[in-house]
């Protein structure tokens, strides 16, 4: 029984990893589909290279050809993005890069995240440390029970 | 024509403007006679609504009499033209865009006087606020954007034609419901900034507030999907949504228009947050200013070029005094808006509908930053850098993983306190169901095709898609879980069927259950999204019998074939569709050549089906070889875009839908309602 699970454990193991080796082996066809995604057309539409739909645009066909034409050599993905950025400047990059200015388009929501964690957490802390006169007048839990009043409060509340 | 249409927008301008200061002199004035200054000032708004009527009439009907001494009929129609794209030239350019605009304002202003008598103080301060913003545009109008200015020398014997890419159906009813969606917000703000002015005791303009901007947050909810729809069918690129600024100018007051509709619940039962629900209203309508800017003033570089201009300064010039006027209003009477009630606990529907807003304001802040960082760039670098979908889709997307989260478990949350208790027999299931899809998603072979056999590890987008699926799944699951247990409880008291039993359970809440079945929308629509990672593409210069692979079809060119009419000529290409060796379809995509404006446009075909479109583009000839160039995508689950708009649009008319009858909680005479506000019984209620 336990030979048989060592068994089962090994075969699953290596059904993992050919799972995770087989996509990440990529052909060609899929790097250009990645890499043309991180690249603009420069026709001037805005579009992402891959997905320009100007008829007879001057720019998809020698731009995607170029892009091809390293991928099939090999290059990495920053040495393909760079020569598109010396030749076309910076602005063929679909999004900013993570360096220098630019960086801090990427930094920027994730600032505003942490003050938006900090500002609910603030402002939660500081209802829960300093209740309303209402609350603190009991008109909650310890007043005279007002049937009426707490119906009410229970229809608002619950929606029933 | 062009002298009447003038005059009409003169007139209209002059009723607005007496309209606003009679109004607004009546309001500060309060002495004797103020009451019939006021009530003329209500008349002059209601006149305005004629006059601009009549200004917008005045240009449909010199498009359809191809009245060419008109510079903007010129410039967007021609003689060929067919008839809906000619009453469609109202907005297809921008004086006639912005005529547009100031005619639905002036609609709305028109109802809003009219139901004057639901509360004549209230309705008098928004009646002055909307006369107000009224004013701004006819401004424009008058003088910087004037949609009848004559033509200098001889008049054109045709015109300029319309931009290929809006002569789509879609285009006749995306940019109204768009419109109505983006002047509707004026309605609130005008109640808001009113109620704020006059220190409006009670909540009753919350609840007419909340109503309007329900009702103009459908608009703006079907409008943004039907641009998308006129985007995936008409610009050929495969896709419906790419983070354009325009697209982007759109989504903005969405997202504060949709977080307003949750946090008002807040304000309206626990006297909460009113502070911050006046500046989300505030916030909605300046960001529906701020698209319009914009989309017009050229301020960004976007796919919809077809409206820019130079009027960026006024909107500038507006936007700085709405602020200002938010601001003064709001620091004057703030003391008005203490809230009533506290948190009382972190797990709680109250909590959840502060992280929820706090989710949508970043998710619309991080859209506002990635629009304008290409500017800010500029000014601080000296050059723009592109801010594309690689950005939205790793910023943004995160975020709106964290919302639906939110949206699955916030509806099930009590008000004021929920115990683990409650939690866990809530969620168990539904997240038992979730955790299941996405375990199946990973399991099942990736040669099913579409969502299956994901390989999360493999790319960040295929992690999110799985993320996606298990979200969307578990909002799918507790909104039938929610309707599955009130609809048992009204079956076993009324001896309905289940299915009755949801039917009436629905018609007791509209409000509640609408919410819900918006929700379930939401969760459709990610559905939908969450196969755009698994997009397949492929091109080939085809001819006849050539055949073209995507997914498991197969296209074999069969002909070519020409049409022309007066409009246009097109190039169209006959496949046959294969699956599996058996023809299963035929697709004719389309080249066109406009005559009047001289430009080609693709129109692709498409073949949807619930697991996926087969989406088949005539991409041109090749000029060396004289063949067809036909490009193929294979997006899957995308119908479920347009499906989950639609269940959307139910919901959102359901919530509006007044509920058929009371439901009365009996309170048993053994408990006290001391032991009944001590321990709140775990509700999975509220809308």
């Not at chain 2, 609408?514 to 593409?537: D, E, F, K, R």
Request: proline letters at 5%; charged letters at 15%; aromatic letters at 12%.
């Amino acid at each position: 029984m336990r030979e048989f699970s060592q068994h089962r454990l090994r075969l699953a193991g290596v059904l993992c990893l050919a799972l995770t080796i087989l996509p990440a082996a990529g052909d060609t066809s899929a790097r250009v589909e990645k890499i043309g995604h991180k690249l603009i057309c420069m026709c001037g539409c805005e579009q992402v290279l891959l997905e320009c739909n100007h008829y007879g645009c001057p720019y998809l066909t020698p731009e995607s050809a170029e892009l091809t034409a390293a991928v099939d050599r090999g290059d990495s993905e920053s040495g393909i993005l760079q020569s598109f950025v010396a030749k076309y400047g910076v602005t063929v990059l679909a999004a900013p890069t993570n360096t220098g200015f630019d960086r801090i388009a990427w930094i920027m929501p994730y600032v505003a995240l942490l003050i938006g964690v900090g500002s609910v957490v603030l402002v939660v802390r500081n209802w829960r440390g300093h209740p309303t006169p209402a609350q603190a007048a009991g008109s909650g839990t310890k007043g005279t029970p007002d049937l009426a009043r707490f119906r009410e409060q229970a229809r608002r509340e619950t929606d029933l | 024509m062009s002298q009447v249409g003038s005059f009409a927008l003169i007139v209209a301008l002059a009723l607005s403007g007496y309209s606003f200061l009679g109004g607004l002199y009546a309001l500060i004035r309060k002495g004797p006679g103020s009451a019939q200054l006021s009530e003329t000032a209500r008349r002059a708004g209601i006149a305005s609504f004629v006059a601009v009527f009549l200004g917008a009439l005045v240009l449909v009907v010199s498009a359809f009499r191809n009245d060419f001494s008109i510079a903007y009929i010129y410039q967007h129609s021609n003689r060929d033209l067919p008839l809906p794209y000619k009453f469609a030239t109202l907005w297809s350019g921008q004086e006639g865009s912005l005529l547009f605009w100031s005619l639905l304002l002036s609609g709305y202003g028109l109802v809003l006087r009219l139901r004057y008598k639901t509360d004549e103080r209230l309705f008098a301060h928004a009646s002055v606020v909307i006369a107000a913003v009224q004013v701004f545009f006819l401004l424009l109008l008058n003088f910087a954007a004037r949609p009848f200015s004559i033509m200098q020398g001889n008049i054109p014997a045709d015109g300029a034609g319309l931009n290929p890419l809006l002569q789509y159906p879609e285009m006749v009813i995306h940019p109204p419901m768009l419109y109505l969606g983006y002047v509707g917000f004026t309605v609130p703000f005008a109640f808001a900034l009113g109620a704020l002015a006059m220190r409006y005791p009670g909540d009753k303009w919350i609840h007419i507030t909340r109503r309007w901007t329900m009702v103009t947050w459908g608009f703006l909810t079907l409008g943004i999907p039907l641009g998308a729809h006129w985007a995936y069918n008409v610009l050929g690129w495969g896709g419906y949504w790419g983070w354009d600024p325009v697209e982007n100018a759109s989504l903005m007051p969405w997202l504060t228009g949709t977080a307003f509709l949750h946090s008002v619940m807040m304000q309206e039962k626990r006297g909460m947050l009113k502070t911050w629900n006046m500046w989300l209203v505030f916030t909605t309508f300046m960001l529906s200013i701020f698209g319009t800017f914009l989309t017009r003033s050229g301020v960004v570089n976007s796919v919809h070029a077809f409206a820019q201009s130079s009027i960026g300064d006024w909107f500038v010039a507006f936007l700085a005094i709405i602020l200002a006027v938010c601001g003064y209003l709001y620091w004057k009477n703030r003391e008005h808006l203490k809230s009533e009630h506290q948190l009382e606990s972190m797990i709680s529907r109250e909590s959840s509908f502060l992280f929820n807003n706090w989710l949508f304001l970043l998710i619309c802040f991080t859209v506002l930053w990635g629009t304008l960082f290409p500017v800010l760039s500029e000014w601080v670098q000296g050059h723009k850098v592109t801010v594309g979908p690689p950005f939205f889709n790793n910023v943004a997307v995160p975020f709106a993983l964290l919302l639906l989260l939110l949206t699955a478990v916030g509806p099930l949350l009590a008000w004021r306190k929920t115990s683990f208790e409650s939690l866990r027999r809530n969620f168990l299931w539904p997240a038992i169901g979730a955790l299941a899809v996405g375990i199946f998603l990973v399991a099942t072979p990736a040669g099913w095709g579409g969502p299956f056999g994901m390989r999360p590890w493999a790319d960040l987008s295929y992690l999110y898609a799985l993320m996606t699926a298990v979200l969307g799944s578990l909002v799918i699951f507790t909104v039938a879980s929610e309707f599955i247990r009130g609809g048992r409880v009204i079956a076993g008291k009324t001896g309905r069927g289940l299915a009755g039993g949801m039917v009436q359970l629905a018609h007791r809440n509209t409000r509640r259950y609408g919410g819900y079945i918006v929700h379930l929308g939401i969760a459709l629509i990610c559905i939908g999204v969450l196969g755009t990672p698994l997009n397949q593409s492929s091109e080939k210069e085809m001819g006849f019998g050539d055949k073209l692979v995507v997914g498991p079809y197969t296209l074999v060119g069969r002909s070519y074939t020409q049409e022309e009419n007066p409009n246009y000529s097109s190039d169209i290409a006959i496949m046959d569709v294969y699956k599996n060796g058996r023809q299963i379809d035929t697709l004719y995509p389309e080249s066109r050549f406009y005559a009047a404006t001289q430009q080609p446009q693709h129109i692709p075909t498409v073949r949807s089906t619930l697991k996926e479109d087969l989406y088949v583009v005539y991409e041109g000839q090749n000029q060396d070889t004289g063949k067809p160039i036909i490009k193929a995508h294979l997006n899957p689950l995308v119908s479920w875009i347009w499906i989950g708009v639609l269940v959307m649009v139910f919901g959102t008319v359901l919530a509006l839908i007044p509920n058929s009858a009371p439901i009365r909680a009996t309170v048993r005479d053994s408990v006290s309602a001391r032991d009944a506000m001590a321990h709140p019984a775990p509700v999975g209620a509220g809308d």
